[in-house]
C-alpha cells in the first residue's frame, strides 16, 4: 500500500464520520462518527510523518488517542445522566441549555 493510498484512506473515514456525525440523531452513533473522524486524522497525521521521515506526526497522533480517551470518558457520562433525566439519546431531544 503506497502512503497516497493512506491519505485516501483517511479521507474516506473522515467523510463517513462526518456523515454520520451530520446525519444521526443518536448521540451514541454521533459519539462514533467523531471517533471515526479523529482516528482518520490520526492515520493522516502518522502518514505525513511518515513521508517526511519526522516522528511529530506519531507524537501528535499520541496526543489526539489521549484527548479521545478523555472525551469519550466524559462524553459518555454526559449521555448516561441525560438518558437517565429524559429516557432518550437523541440529540434533537436534548435541549438542556435552553433557556
Do not use: C, H, W
Request: net charge positive.
Amino acid at each position: 500500500m503506497t502512503l497516497t493510498s493512506y491519505i485516501y484512506l483517511s479521507v474516506v473515514l473522515f467523510s463517513i464520520g462526518a456523515a454520520v456525525v451530520l446525519l444521526r440523531r443518536n448521540a451514541i452513533i454521533v459519539f462514533m462518527g467523531v471517533e471515526l473522524m479523529l482516528n482518520a486524522a490520526n492515520l493522516a497525521f502518522v502518514t505525513f510523518a511518515r513521508m517526511q521521515g519526522k516522528l511529530d506526526g506519531q507524537v501528535i497522533a499520541l496526543f489526539v488517542m489521549v484527548v479521545a480517551a478523555a472525551e469519550v470518558v466524559v462524553g459518555l457520562a454526559i449521555i448516561m445522566a441525560i438518558f437517565r433525566a429524559r429516557r432518550s439519546v437523541s440529540v434533537d431531544d436534548v435541549n438542556l441549555l435552553k433557556l
